[in-house]
């Protein structure tokens, strides 16, 4: 899950309690500076252990509402997607982006090393800003986010990115509409997907397989098939 739930979070300013420095310094202490195994031009802050980062922000920050973590690892269908636009860069080349649920920023990353015109990263996760921030100054780049739910709204874009989305079924119920409308304004959307359950396979084509090494104490394997759709 490069995103998060609809929960209507505020953007910016405080995160959940923590200043916008004090994000980025509790993210700078639970994570180390890594390659995503699939896509190793790409460099990221990520949880060495998955199992001490959750329990961390459970037990010692439950007080402050700290959401899971996704920003802090690298999912399987964001590093397909990854993958997949740095190997066919002409998919974003000169056209506006969106990252949707965007997470580490993985995917804004690659599609900006693919030569994007412009690129707005969006989760509703607040700490995914300062983690977004860090991931792009880690690799040369700066990238516009948007933490508010863009679910239903135009920017313009000509092409949405969104990995591992439909992991949920109210989530799923709300994006294939939206993804409709925007496919049938012209928008091209790819879907980066590890076999989630509520993937619409009827609306899907198929693009690109990979095999995604990913943590077990966050998945039920150590390696997942993950597929890059086209949402048609």
Same mark, same amino acid.
């Given at each position: /899950?490069?995103?998060?739930? =609809? ?7 405080? !995160?959940?309690?923590?200043?916008? $420095? ?8 639970? %994570?180390?500076?890594?390659? =995503? ?19 961390? %922000?459970?037990?010692?920050? $439950?007080?402050?509402?700290?959401? =899971? ?6 999912? $399987? ?14 998919? !974003? ?19 900006? /090393? ?18 977004? *921030?860090?991931?792009? *100054? ?20 000509? !092409? ?8 949920? *079924? ?5 994006? &294939? =509409?939206?993804?409709? %409308?925007?496919?049938? *304004? ?17 609306? /899907? ?6 095999? &995604?090494? &990913? ?7 150590? !390696?997942?098939? %993950? ?6």
């Amino acid at each position: /899950m490069e995103g998060s739930l =609809p929960d209507g979070r505020p953007r910016s300013g405080a !995160v959940n309690g923590l200043a916008p $420095a004090e994000a980025e310094s509790f993210i700078l202490a639970n %994570t180390s500076l890594s390659a =995503p195994p699939h896509v190793p031009e790409i460099r990221l802050h990520l949880a060495d252990e998955a199992h001490d980062l959750w329990l961390k %922000t459970e037990d010692e920050l $439950a007080s402050i509402g700290l959401p =899971p973590p996704f920003w802090a690892f690298a999912w $399987a269908g964001g590093q397909g997607l990854a993958r997949y636009i740095l190997d066919h860069p002409e998919i !974003v080349r000169g056209r506006r982006v969106l990252d949707f649920a965007s997470g580490s920023g993985l995917v804004a990353i690659a599609a900006d /090393m693919a030569g994007a015109r412009g690129i707005l990263a969006a989760d509703i996760d607040p700490f995914c800003e300062a983690a977004v *921030r860090l991931n792009a *100054r880690a690799n040369g780049i700066s990238i516009e986010f948007a933490g508010s739910d863009v679910v239903g709204t135009d920017g313009g874009w000509d !092409v949405v990115l969104a990995g591992d989305v439909f992991y949920d *079924r109210p989530f799923a119920e709300r994006l &294939v =509409p939206w993804f409709s %409308t925007l496919h049938e *304004r012209g928008s091209e959307i790819l879907v980066g997907d590890p076999g989630r359950s509520y993937l619409p396979k009827g609306r /899907m084509q198929a693009l690109a397989v990979y095999q &995604v090494p &990913v943590t077990r104490a966050l998945e039920d394997a150590d !390696v997942k098939k %993950t597929t890059v759709w086209r949402f048609a």
